[in-house]
């Protein structure tokens, strides 16, 4: 029997899932690596879950054409950044295919896993990657979380991103 259910990959446009999905209000991170080279490197993302306390996992869903997937594969680790609302430049700079030159300017040291830990981010959360699994157009990399670090500062306030701007939060 035909459905009479529109067929969901020819009826919801890449622009209205943006769209729709953008109402999902999240945090901007950096999710930085290390290149074959041995350069840092990294990506803004905001395609970052919490998925499992015991054992500790989180998630990266990265575009699959993402530079910063491609050293997350061969380095086998990485380190989620979490900005401050004062990074909006950093999530800017790191929205770039290839951020290289962002480097010099940004302050920052090699965890454990050689993953970069950018200076006065809210937490960093520093991960070993324990599968990658396929999303669509992207990948998903789930980390073993092997370390934490977060600001001591509650008055420090976070970067949001909703309905594809930047945005401040608001306390209840
Ligand atoms: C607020 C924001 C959130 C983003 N979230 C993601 C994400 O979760 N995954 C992703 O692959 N790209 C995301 N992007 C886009 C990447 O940052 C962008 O494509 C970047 O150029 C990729 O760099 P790379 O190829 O050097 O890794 C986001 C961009 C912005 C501004």
Redesign the pocket.
Known sequence: MESALPSPTTAISPADLRHAIGHFA?G?AV?TSVAADGSP????????TSLSLDPPLVL????R?????AAVRDHGAFAINVLAAAHEHL??A??????QAVWDAVGHRHGDTGSPRLRDVLATVECRVEHHLPGGD?EIVVGRVVDVEASADEAAEPLL?YRGA?ARLVPA
């Open positions: 999240t901007v999710v490197v990294g990506t803004t993302a905001n395609a970052v990266v869903c990265f575009d054409g993402s530079h910063t997937l999530s800017t790191f929205a770039r295919r290839g951020a992207h991103f930047y």
